[in-house]
């Protein structure tokens, strides 16, 4: 079974620092992308930003570049998401997903979509 | 940055079709992935790539696209569709990039 297993809730205050973990399973994790996917109490989804495993190359969202970190480590398929200083702001859950990009059946077009998520981490920051 | 506008909130009748809109320029160029979040738990994948579902997705889902908006429509709507459905799609100004959109509310009466 394919699937992406996150690491537990976490309580911290502002200033503190974070890493949480995305560790998948049931396929080779360096063919696809994990995105991150941020989700604030009561609102949409936020897209982050992504990492190729077999190489590291991030992506990250003008929202959130220089603010977090995301990073993988292929040895032991896992990816992760870090914060070097909280914020009461970044009270929220935080998804990773298998980003897929598939090539269409004419072989004329890119698919791309996120078809595995985990089941997300909250994460609280009190000031 | 690209945007992709949602309806906030539409409501259906049971066993009744509804269609979810999804606007942005970035649709001209890039197509549509389309996710179902219940509360409480993780979004779905329910649609991409214009009218694909994955495996275990039921074919009262489908989808279209055209011009700057894409769409989802369930045909046939159950108890257990209420939900919240987000779009998504890569970036035209970027297209390292992705975004969602803003999400709209499906109630089924």
């Known amino acids: 079974e394919v699937q992406l297993v996150q690491s537990g809730t976490e309580v911290k205050r502002s200033g503190e620092s974070l890493t949480i973990s995305c560790k998948g399973s049931?396929?080779?994790?360096?063919?696809?992308?994990i995105t991150w996917v941020r989700q604030m109490p009561g609102k949409g989804l936020e897209w982050m930003g992504k990492?190729?495993?077999?190489?590291?190359?991030?992506t990250y969202s003008p929202s959130f570049q220089g603010h977090v970190t995301i990073s993988a480590d292929r040895s032991i398929s896992s990816a992760y998401l870090q914060w070097s200083s909280l914020k009461a702001s970044d009270t929220a859950i935080y998804y990773c997903?298998?980003?897929?990009?598939?090539?269409?059946?004419?072989?004329?077009?890119?698919?791309?979509?996120?078809?595995?998520w985990g089941k997300g981490t909250t994460v609280t920051v009190s000031s | 940055s690209s945007e992709l506008t949602q309806d906030p909130a539409v409501s259906v009748a049971l066993g009744q079709t509804v269609t979810i809109t999804c606007q942005g320029d970035?649709?001209?160029?890039?197509?549509a992935s389309w996710y179902q979040q219940k509360p409480g738990q993780a979004p779905v994948l329910v649609i991409y790539?214009?009218?694909n579902r994955p495996s275990g997705i039921p074919d009262r889902f489908s989808g279209s696209s055209s011009g700057n908006t894409a769409s989802l429509t369930i045909t046939g709507a159950q108890a257990e569709d209420e939900a919240d459905y987000y779009c998504?799609?890569?970036?035209?100004?970027?297209?390292?990039?992705?975004?969602f959109g803003t999400g709209t509310k499906v109630t089924v009466l």
């Open positions: 997903a298998r980003h897929v990009r598939k090539t269409s059946s004419s072989n004329y077009y890119y698919y791309y979509f996120m078809d595995v």
């Open positions: 049931g396929y080779s994790f360096t063919n696809y992308w």
């Open positions: 990492i190729d495993p077999s190489d590291s190359y991030t």
């Open positions: 970035t649709l001209r160029s890039y197509f």
């Open positions: 790539g214009i009218n």
């Open positions: 998504n799609s890569r970036d035209s100004s970027d297209n390292h990039l992705y975004v």
